[in-house]
């Protein structure tokens, strides 16, 4: 029965207020055609603008961290543009009322450490220290290796009602890439 396998997914989603849900490769079109739904959903729903701006630029923070870099991939690394990468991204509401935003995917192994020298900081930063760190890197160059010039982790802490979460998720079996998890309130 289709109801026993697919079941219980549905019911943890709608359990979960689950508004929006999606996993598999990422692109460009796909986060354009995904963002055209939620920026809908949202304001259907008569979330207030402050709020929706908030939702929106960090679901598009995480989308493009995918799109960057995740280990999971159709495309060459060495492609610069057109990039094809799996990952998943969600958009739940908690039993307060907050949005929680989620994001996973696979990431090299040697990733994890930079990642969390960048997002440990932003834990424990005001939102004034946030702000003071957004503004000089407005001011500085791309690091190497970027594609935002490190943008998107402050954007999101920015807009958080609380620290930044992540995680890291060891690839099953010991073998292929670690996964990445983050969260952000709003």
Do not use: W
Request: net charge negative; proline share 5%; glycine share 8%.
């Amino acid at each position: 029965m289709i109801s026993a396998k697919y079941g219980p997914f549905f019911n943890v989603a709608r359990e979960h207020q689950v508004i929006f849900y999606y996993v598999g490769y990422f692109s460009q079109h796909i986060v354009a055609a995904m963002a055209d739904a939620v920026k809908l959903q949202l304001e259907v729903a008569g979330i207030t603008g402050p709020t929706r701006r908030k939702l929106f630029s960090s679901f598009i923070e995480m989308a493009q961290n995918i799109i960057h870099y995740s280990a999971d991939m159709l495309t060459p690394a060495s492609q610069p543009d057109g990039e094809l990468r799996h990952g998943s991204v969600c958009i739940r509401r908690d039993e307060g009322g907050r949005f929680l935003l989620l994001c996973a995917n696979p990431i090299d192994a040697g990733m994890a450490e930079d990642l969390r020298a960048k997002l440990e900081p932003l834990r424990h930063m005001t939102l004034d220290e946030i702000k003071q760190a957004y503004r000089q890197t407005l001011r500085e160059e791309t690091p190497s290796g970027s594609k935002g010039a490190g943008m998107g982790f402050l954007t999101m802490a920015r807009d958080a009602s609380e620290p930044l979460e992540f995680d890291f998720d060891a690839a099953p079996g010991g073998t292929g890439a670690p996964v990445f998890y983050l969260k952000a309130a709003i």
